[in-house]
Nanobody, 126 residues
Framework: QVQLVESGGGLAQAGGSLRLSCAAS????????MGWFRQGPGKEREFVAA????????DYADSVKGRFTISRDNAKNTVYLQMNSLKPEDTAVYSC???????????????????WGQGTQVTVTS
């Protein structure tokens, strides 16, 4: 059983920055692919960013490339999402997810993740 707890959400102005954190309880965190997903008002949940077990491979949605950076600290059982140059369309509930089982699906596939956090609200104003 893996518990994921997000933090760091809040209110930001367009062009500003926020850093999200996701703390995991798993004892083998270093073996998990980790991802960030978001769901805006009236929209479906979508992929934002993901990172491989060692952190050597990362993947981003086209909409956030060049602005967001995903990273992980396996010693702290934590994954981060640094969000810069925020836009109003980034407003959403951001959820952390873990993939603890081997999967053939791309890291961007939300259906391949088997543990999810409760989500943290990010609101970006004009």
């Amino acid at each position: 059983q893996v518990q994921l707890v997000e933090s760091g959400g809040g209110l930001a102005q367009a062009g500003g920055s926020l850093r999200l954190s996701c703390a995991a309880s798993g004892r083998t965190f270093r073996s998990y692919v980790m991802g960030w997903f978001r769901q805006g008002p009236g929209k479906e949940r979508e992929f934002v960013a993901a990172i491989s077990r060692s952190g050597s491979i990362v993947d981003y949605a086209d909409s956030v490339k060049g602005r967001f950076t995903i990273s992980r600290d396996n010693a702290k059982n934590t994954v981060y999402l640094q969000m810069n140059s925020l836009k109003p369309e980034d407003t959403a509930v951001y959820s952390c997810a873990a993939r603890t089982i081997i999967a053939n699906a791309p890291m961007a596939s939300l259906g391949s993740y088997n543990y999810w956090g409760q989500g943290t609200q990010v609101t970006v104003t004009s």
